[in-house]
T-cell receptor
């Protein structure tokens, strides 16, 4: 079974530029998550989708971050414009179904390491 | 806000020894999960323990949960160099957002 795919794996941009990340979840997984992991910290949830609807985006900085999952499969996360503090690894995860808050086993992709100069 | 917090922050042991790491959390939970993260493979789910369970085993892993103390422990027995990684506990936080702690960095020396 193929895992969660993410691209690119690495990205270096200058502040105020825009960047987009792509995620393809495990086939058949209805729930998709985007996390931000700053060096030395645990992952922090940015947004959670159930199919193509948003379950939670309370921790997404909506003035600069946006995410979509138009057909309930692939998802993109965009940052516009980027700030220095956005330097982090962006992780995508998926789970089979939404069985209730905090109960799903999540399968993570390898992440995209973003460096903002 | 941080829901789960792992302790210790770092742990260094010799191959063959046991490694124990702990997770404390603040609010009542319906389950707690442990994940491992190493540089090569990203985050991997290890085990989920529900609030009505006290102990769970998976291979060389043993997880306990004490809801009265709001704490959990992960024991890795007979550790191997390949167990070198960061270990995170994840709990449903505010609004049931899955929340990860800062992790325990484990180094197993061959």
């Amino acid at each position: 079974e193929a895992g969660v795919a993410q691209s690119p794996r690495y990205k270096i941009i200058e502040k105020r530029q825009s960047v987009a990340f792509w995620c393809n979840p495990i086939s058949g997984h209805a729930t998709l998550y985007w996390y931000q992991q700053i060096l030395g910290q645990g992952p922090k949830l940015l947004i959670q989708f159930q199919n193509n609807g948003v379950v939670d985006d309370s921790q997404l900085p909506k003035d600069r971050f946006s995410a979509e999952r138009l057909k309930g499969v692939d998802s993109t996360l965009k940052i516009q414009p980027a700030k220095l503090e956005d330097s982090a690894v962006y992780l995508c995860a998926s789970s089979l179904e939404y069985r209730g808050p905090g109960t799903d086993t999540q399968y993570f992709g390898p992440g995209t390491r973003l460096t903002v100069l | 806000s941080q829901q789960g917090e792992e302790d210790p922050q770092a742990l260094s042991i010799q191959e063959g020894e046991n490694a124990t790491m702990n997770c404390s959390y603040k609010t009542s939970i319906n389950n707690l999960q442990w994940y491992r993260q190493n540089s090569g493979r990203g985050l991997v789910h290890l085990i989920l323990i529900r609030s009505n369970e006290r102990e769970k085993h998976s291979g060389r892993l043993r997880v306990t949960l004490d809801t009265s103390k709001k704490s959990s422990s992960l024991l890795i027995t007979a550790s191997r160099a390949a167990d070198t990684a960061s270990y995170f506990c994840a709990t449903p936080g505010g609004s049931y957002i899955p929340t990860f702690g800062r992790g325990t960095s484990l180094i197993v020396h061959p």
